[in-house]
């Protein structure tokens, strides 16, 4: 069992039949990825892989996404990453969705009261409608936002007494639903 790469020959057709994971050309036999080489006794050659391939996202992921557009009563998620600890999850393309109900625990009249349109938030997946919108929830343990930026002079706010986010540039005072994880922006 070898680790093959990409385009990596494996022998030609005379000495073996192409398996899963190859690639033949002109008689010969390549690596399709990156995995380990396989003999059958049948003389079949395959590739199987070594890294997981990526799957879709699903509920109960973590991820990380900015906040691009908040129409009342709910904010538009363009995710950026997700947090894996299985199998690797590739975000989708196109805005999630957090709706106010799922910002935090009690009522909140407007999502615009807890992000703004830049800030940087941790979510979980709650829901995957039929057409591909993905539902957020900022309700859990250690989510919220992570990184926010003044709403006035897009400056750095930097935590002060109280939970309350301070901007260095202008002075202007304003609150989040913050993560755990919050770290002034840069």
């Not at 969705?97 to 009522?107: E, I, P, T």
Request: aromatic share 6%; net charge positive.
């Amino acid at each position: 069992m070898d680790v093959v790469l990409p385009g990596d020959f494996l022998g030609t057709e005379e000495e073996f039949a192409a398996g899963s994971g190859t690639r033949v050309e002109e008689g010969r036999i390549y690596a399709a990825f990156f995995g380990t080489m396989e003999v059958a006794r049948d003389k079949v050659v395959s590739v199987k892989p070594r890294v997981q391939a990526p799957r879709p996202i699903s509920p109960g992921a973590i991820v990380y996404g900015r906040v691009e557009e908040i129409f009342e009563p709910v904010a538009l998620i363009q995710l950026q990453a997700v947090e894996w600890k299985e199998a690797r999850q590739v975000p989708p393309e196109g805005y999630s969705v957090l709706h106010a109900s799922r910002v935090k625990m009690g009522y909140v009249e407007n999502v615009h009261d807890e992000v703004r349109i830049g800030d940087i938030v941790k979510c979980s997946v709650e829901g995957i409608r039929r057409d591909g919108e993905i539902s957020l929830s900022m309700k859990g343990p250690g989510l919220g936002v992570v990184k926010a930026y003044c709403s006035r002079c897009r400056g750095p706010l930097a935590l002060i007494s109280g939970g309350a986010l301070k901007c260095g540039r202008c002075g202007s005072v304003e609150r989040r639903k913050l993560s755990g994880e919050y770290s002034p922006a840069k």
